[in-house]
């Protein structure tokens, strides 16, 4: 499958992307972003603990350590 296909697939469904690295943990990872949106909007993150995610990585993060950033920010509630 070329490039091009191949990307355009990937907005449609996952099993056509490429893993990526959690810039945090290191784990492989397949990015959830589709048309029909992306599993990392399901997290619940303050606008301030999103601010400092982007300040402090420059790429995708895992659904784990999302997941573990929602978890230290409601335990500091």
């Known amino acids: 499958m070329n490039t091009v296909v191949k990307t355009f697939a990937g907005f449609l469904s996952e099993r056509w992307r ?3 690295k ?3 943990c290191s784990a492989e990872f397949v990015c959830g972003a589709t048309l029909a949106g992306c ?3 399901e ?3 303050s606008d301030e603990t999103r601010a400092e995610l982007r300040a402090r990585y420059s790429t995708c993060l895992c659904r784990k350590c999302l997941e573990n950033a929602a978890a230290l920010e409601n335990s500091e509630r």
């Open 22 to 24: 959690c810039e945090a």
């Open 43 to 45: 997290i619940k993150l």
């Open 18 to 20: 490429e893993p990526s």
């Open 39 to 41: 599993w990392c909007t």
